[in-house]
């Protein structure tokens, strides 16, 4: 648990859509900054309240174990040259991204 506590007892659901449901990113239809950014600084919040978070890298483990991934992605935050003003933690999210899926950050296309 992010808190260092027991898992509790009772059931854990969790929702994985089934493989042949995936709508792959494409040129059409690409990833968007601002849903990574609402993840991210989900990651990021977490790792701030839970201190295991924060040793265990829990925003570096949820770009690793993310799939589909991909270079269709434009970045739409509403003024790229300074982000932080609208995604306080753009900086953090952008460096988490370049340093763990820099074949896909590289190729983020601005909007």
Request: proline content about 6%.
């Amino acid at each position: 648990m992010l808190d260092g506590g027991s898992v509790p007892k009772g059931k854990i659901y969790v929702y994985l859509s089934e493989k042949e449901n995936i709508d792959l990113a494409c040129p059409q239809y690409p990833i968007v900054q601002s849903y990574v950014d609402i993840c991210m600084n989900g990651c990021l919040e977490i790792e701030g309240e839970y201190r295991l978070a924060k040793e265990k890298g829990f925003a570096k483990s949820f770009i690793k174990t993310t799939t589909c991934w991909s270079e269709h992605w434009v970045n739409d935050r509403i003024y790229p040259r300074r982000p932080f003003i609208y995604v306080p933690r753009a900086l953090a999210i952008d460096e988490l991204l370049d340093k763990y899926i820099p074949e896909y950050f590289d190729k983020i296309k601005i909007e």
